[in-house]
């Protein structure tokens, strides 16, 4: 069976040595490289659009998430235990094991991490937005350099 594929092989090398090499119509050129231009224009501007939803939502609900991080901290205590690590550093360091497993236990785990996933799909979306403008300026400045 390997031996057929290795003909077939060889028979495509002949066919295409035997052929006339001509060149490629200008036109031809042409057409394939506004078509390529059309799809990175279009799947820049879907690009666009996305980055600037994902971002838009990101930020209006990481605003919320902020506001519900605080208070689950504020009625969970942690604010307090980290007031007094600051404040009376004595006591916290005479009962350092009590105190931080109390600290711990007050965090607000769930709300942290609600929060710092909003904050990375904001950076990640801002990240995508700025590529495609990036994109999109160097190819506007690169087409109008080429007219």
């Not at 001509?22 to 799809?39: A, M, T």
Request: proline content about 3%.
């Amino acid at each position: 069976m390997t031996e057929r594929i290795t003909s077939v092989g060889s028979d495509y090398e002949r066919l295409f040595s035997a052929l006339p090499k001509e060149p490629v119509p200008i036109y031809l050129c042409e057409q394939v490289v506004g078509r390529i231009r059309q799809e990175r224009s279009r799947v820049t501007r879907v690009r666009l659009v996305v980055a600037s939803l994902c971002g838009t939502l990101s930020a209006a609900v990481g605003v919320y998430a902020g506001i519900v991080l605080v208070s689950a901290a504020t009625s969970s205590g942690f604010f307090s235990y980290l007031a007094l690590a600051f404040s009376d550093q004595g006591a916290v360091l005479k009962d350092a094991g009590s105190f931080g497993l109390s600290l711990l236990e007050a965090f607000p785990a769930l709300e942290t991490i609600a929060f710092l996933a909003l904050l990375a799909i904001l950076i990640g979306s801002l990240r995508t937005f700025g590529q495609a403008l990036r994109f999109t300026s160097s190819y506007t400045s690169g087409a109008l350099a080429a007219a």
